[in-house]
């Protein structure tokens, strides 16, 4: 199956047009139509929408490049396809995290994802794990925690196989035709390759850290239909894992303490006031009883 890039999906030079043109083809398949033709990723696409939606007062935001999970009006997890693979994004600050242990890409320079830089693809079980965590952590920092007995849908059985000729009659990939000279259709061409060649090479990182971090002889991965409870992770994946520093909680309590100090300043005042008042009403009383 073909690869498509997330943003210039597919152009395609195709036969000679009048006065020396070309024709130019352009696909621009929705999300929903590279689910529907990748196997693969149907398995990780099904679990992790379901994890999502087991946070209370998330909701589904879909759109044509990708399918977004929000609180409120803030989409805070997104999945779409970036260099052809199933990716999950999320809101977080990419340089809090340690590359060594949680291996991600940075999108802070797609302007398209700038609400959403954090990525980590959905290739395999280790990948699925880490972005459970991190959408965990997306989540709870927005107090959104998890519901009791979630729903499990099966959303993977609603999105069969389909050919693109029938993704195009549903509307699920969109087919526009142009004339253009022939160098500017090159030029297009490449700018294209070029922007699915840039967001590859994220993938590519990434693997390649996946794989040096993998200890000698350790056993291959299993496809993710395969995993077991025993495979699971032992700490609650649902956590937070991104914590405060001590310089940080030091920072907060001392914006916080001002006003508080202020207020009890305040009540001590008013307390201190109050007590030299029935001091000075007994000691007049006193003064009274003393002169009788």
């Known amino acids: 199956m073909e690869k498509f890039s ?9 036969g000679k047009a009048k006065g020396g043109k070309v024709k130019v083809v352009r696909y621009d398949r929705s999300f929903r139509s590279r689910i529907i033709q990748d196997q693969k990723a149907k398995g990780f696409y099904n679990s992790f929408k379901n994890y999502c939606l087991s946070f209370e007062r998330v909701k589904v935001r879909p759109s044509w490049g990708a399918e977004g999970f929000q609180v409120g009006t803030e989409v805070v997890v997104k999945l779409a396809f970036l260099g052809g693979a199933l990716c999950a994004l999320f809101s977080l600050d990419p340089s809090r995290y ?3 242990d949680y291996p991600h890409g940075d999108l802070s320079s797609f302007k398209e994802h700038k609400n959403t830089p954090m990525m980590v693809p959905l290739r395999t079980p280790s990948e699925y794990k880490l972005a459970r965590r991190l959408a965990g952590d997306a989540f709870t920092s927005r107090c959104s925690y998890t519901v009791d007995d979630p729903v499990q849908a099966d959303y993977a059985s609603a999105l069969p196989m389909e050919k693109d000729d029938a993704l195009i009659k549903k509307g699920l990939i969109k087919v526009s035709e142009t004339e253009m000279g022939e160098s500017d259709a090159k030029k297009a061409l490449a700018a294209a390759l070029q922007a699915e060649a840039e967001e590859e090479k994220i993938l590519e990182r990434l693997g390649s850290k996946r794989r040096t971090s993998k200890k000698a002889g350790a056993e291959e991965e299993k496809p993710l239909q395969e995993m077991t409870s025993a495979d699971e992770p032992m700490e609650d994946i649902s956590a937070p894992i991104v914590q405060k520093s001590a310089a940080e909680e030091q920072t907060a309590r001392e914006e916080v303490a001002p006003k508080e100090v202020a207020e009890e ?3 001590e005042q008013e307390i201190t006031s109050a007590e030299d008042m029935v001091e000075e009403v007994v000691f007049e009383m006193m003064e009274d009883e003393s002169e009788q």
């Open 6 to 14: 997330m943003r210039s999906d597919r152009l395609e030079i195709k």
């Open 98 to 100: 340690n590359q060594k």
């Open 265 to 267: 300043e305040k009540k």
